[in-house]
């Protein structure tokens, strides 16, 4: 997904070694992305994938799920190196079970958290729900990341978040972010930009 791309890539340009780990269809072209970016693959017949569609009147934005791979098994998870500097949990709709990762004891686990707060029905339209996972992973994380969308714009939900002991970004599109850090609220604003929906 988006969040291991872009994080991904951000840290292969800086010239940090990358190792995905992923399910979805055999892709040459995730291999070609950069250098210092090394994918595990587990193949499947099908890629997770998104599609926003907006409507023409109110411009609101209704996310589809037409697509998605199957889950990675814990058998897989357990082959990801502990020796890592950063090991960044970003799941796109709920693929891996987050309490694994409790039982590790490494120093920097980080997670970009939507991929627990969204599942789609059964028309394959997605829908925000509370992170299940969170009161047990959220003390093993240095970091948080999320949107406002994935919480309903309920900004209580990223101040208990950063009470468990994480730092929490909470970002807010056009708007920028605030980081939550040792009882601190800090907003970033965004730089300017043309917002592109691709």
């Known amino acids: ?16 070694n990358v190792e995905v780990t992923t399910v979805c269809e055999p892709n040459e072209g995730l291999e070609r992305l950069h250098p210092n ?6 193949p499947d017949e099908k890629t997770t ?4 569609r907006y409507d023409p009147v109110t411009d609101k934005r209704t996310q589809w ?16 190196s502990t020796d890592a500097d950063i090991i960044h949990l970003a799941p796109m709709e709920n693929e891996f ?4 990762f409790s039982t590790l004891d490494h120093p920097w ?6 991929g627990w707060m969204r599942t789609a029905n059964e028309e394959g339209v997605v829908h925000h729900i509370p992170w299940q996972h969170s009161e047990q992973l959220l003390p093993h994380l240095k970091a948080v990341i999320f949107s406002q969308e994935d919480v309903k714009y309920n900004i209580e939900i990223p ?11 909470y970002t807010k599109g056009l708007y920028g972010s605030i980081v939550f850090h040792e009882c601190q609220e800090i907003p970033i604003g965004a730089a300017p930009a043309n917002a592109v929906d691709l």
């Open 159 to 169: 101040r208990s978040y950063a009470a468990a002991g994480p730092v929490v970004l």
């Open 109 to 114: 686990i980080v997670a970009t958290t939507q």
């Open 65 to 80: 799920l037409p697509a998605r791979a199957s889950n990675i098994p814990e058998s897989h998870l357990r082959t990801i």
């Open 97 to 100: 079970d987050a309490s694994y």
């Open 37 to 42: 970016m090394r994918w595990f693959i587990l």
């Open 1 to 16: 997904g988006g969040g291991v791309v872009y994080s991904g890539l951000m840290a292969a340009q800086l010239g940090v």
């Open 49 to 52: 994938s998104f599609e926003n």
